[in-house]
């Protein structure tokens, strides 16, 4: 594991091994990578053209990249089927970063502006699309300056692109869900529309959309320039690659660091030093994740297929590791009451629901709950799960089933004996303010 | 090729009031809020013309029927 503090290597003339999308960080500087710096290794790209880039394309799949988001979605299956679309075609680079506990895309923003731009440009001659937005929550200034900055270097330098238009995001979660970003994109509301049709059939404009994360599309710079083979050198079979991951909680060292897929859980937490007094539980994902019990994460890999069969997986990679004083269930019930409180309104059992689930576990949390408030969060769950016009309201449920699965034992004795003597503590996981936000 | 139906509804226009369940209970019970939990499977026959009318009743249009091909 390399953290993002350690110096990169100099200009390659093969792909770095290891860090890869934090090597095009500039560390002497701490600021954004220059676009003469950025040069030294990466070309400019080539300018989308009326054809897609098959080449591109056929790469992308070939290195078996997926989506660095949260859904892991295969990339290159993605492109291929916007390509394929009729109409306008466009690029939207999903920067928002709702996730309370991830900063790898503000980073990628802030610190490699032009590792980001590159791959929206490269997606774009991939699909042949005739325009770029790159959406940045309004909050983000150091990211959306490191950008428009970016962009007016490219700008100066006479590098042919198509338009790439910043737009800025109000900072709520539901920002980053495809069909809001869409929404607010074409004039309305950041708030999430019903699909079909989904935005790589008609997005932007009525044209076919490739919404992409920040860090998927670093990944796919770095495979255009130095191929499928060089991408696959790390990571699993099934997950090729290196990820980025942001540790937070009961770590010695927070912040972003960079692993190949498919590494030691227990690795990433020792080298990042745990606090003495070890940890209670390991919430993958973040607040939009699952809870690992340490048994598990003492023999976890980081890869989707080890983790699914544990009932959780990578997400967005956010890692956050809860220290033994806090209250796993008081934890839970103020990262539930956070998401209900960032729905978007629409769907009555996403509204209801979350709100319904959300009191139930500070019922259980309190010590105040019975056997029926579990009864009924179980129900609430199965009531909930898929019935939200988007997926925002199961990754609620989500959270809610690994908490009541994990800490069963803590569940029953809540209910059994009142709150745990952790209650007395401060909380560990931070809850962004509750500032009221408006929806463009 | 034979269509069949399967019902839907769209969550976003959906306000809970209800009736499709009193008048569909076939596919339709309501959550403990007061909105339609739908039965995926097809509809044919007179749970066809129930449904029909499930879907014209519905005050915000909410409810829809739509066709799947094949069977």
């Given amino acids: 594991m390399i953290a993002h503090e350690l110096p990169s290597s100099p200009p390659l003339s ?65 492109l291929r089927t916007v390509s394929e679309g009729q109409g306008r075609r466009v690029v939207v680079v999903n920067g928002s970063e709702g996730e309370p506990a991830s900063a790898k895309d503000g980073l990628l923003l802030t610190r490699a502006p032009h590792l980001v731009l590159d791959g929206a440009l490269l997606a774009a ?13 309004r909050g983000k200034v150091a990211a959306l300056r490191a950008i428009h900055h970016a962009i007016a270097e490219r700008v100066h330098a006479h590098e042919p692109m198509v338009p790439v238009r910043v737009v800025e ?64 050198s790390q990571g699993t079979v099934e997950e090729p690659g290196t990820m980025l991951l942001t540790l937070s909680g009961a770590v010695g060292r927070r912040g972003v660091c960079e692993i190949p897929i498919g590494m030691s859980l227990a690795t990433i937490l020792s ?48 890692v956050i590791a809860l220290p033994p004083h806090a209250c796993a269930l008081s934890e839970t019930a103020r990262v539930l009451t956070w998401l209900a409180g960032q729905t978007a309104g629409q769907c009555g059992p996403c509204v209801h629901g979350l709100a319904a689930i959300a009191g139930g576990m500070r ?46 034992n803590d569940v029953a004795r809540h209910i059994s004996h009142g709150p745990c003597s952790a209650a007395a503590h401060q909380p560990v996981l931070p809850i962004p303010s509750a500032n009221v936000v408006s929806w463009r | 090729m034979a269509v069949s139906f399967r019902i839907r509804v769209d969550m976003i226009a959906c306000d809970g009031r209800g009736l499709c369940a009193d008048l569909l209970p076939e596919r ?42 094949g069977s």
């Fill in chain 1, 169 to 232: 995001l109000p900072e709520r979660y539901l920002s980053g869900e495809e069909s809001a970003l869409v929404h607010l994109i074409n004039g309305g509301e950041a708030k999430p529309t019903s699909t079909p049709p989904r935005p790589y059939q008609r997005g932007v404009g009525g044209g076919p959309t490739l919404i992409d994360n920040v860090e998927t599309l670093c990944h796919l710079a770095q495979i255009v320039q130095w191929g499928p083979a060089w991408f696959r």
């Fill in chain 1, 363 to 408: 019922e259980l949390a309190a010590g105040t709950a019975s056997l029926r408030t579990l009864e009924s969060l179980h129900r609430w769950g199965d009531q909930v799960e898929g019935r939200g016009a988007c997926s925002f309201p199961d990754g609620a449920v989500r959270l809610l089933r690994s908490a009541l699965k994990v800490f069963n």
């Fill in chain 1, 125 to 137: 001659a991939a699909i042949a699309a005739r325009e770029v937005f790159v959406g940045i929550e």
């Fill in chain 2, 28 to 69: 339709i019970r309501l959550d403990d809020w007061g909105y339609p939990m739908i039965d995926p499977t097809s509809v044919s026959g007179v749970v066809l013309d129930h449904a029909r009318r499930a879907v014209a009743a519905c005050p915000v249009l909410a409810l829809k029927l739509e066709a799947v091909r």
């Fill in chain 1, 271 to 318: 080298s990042s030093r745990p606090n003495a007094g070890g940890i209670s539980a390991v919430l993958l994902g973040g607040y939009y994740g699952t809870w690992l019990s340490v048994a598990d994460a003492r023999v976890a890999t980081m890869d989707n297929a080890t983790l699914r069969r544990m009932g959780s997986g990578l997400g967005c990679g956010a």
């Fill in chain 1, 14 to 78: 093969t792909g770095p091994s290891l860090p890869r999308l934090l090597s095009a960080l500039d560390e002497q500087s701490g600021g954004a990578t220059s676009l003469s710096a950025h040069r030294r290794t990466y070309p400019p790209p080539t300018p989308a053209r009326r054809q897609p880039a098959e080449s591109y394309i056929a790469a992308v799949e070939k290195a078996g990249l997926r989506g660095r988001g949260g859904a892991g979605f295969p990339t290159g299956r993605k």
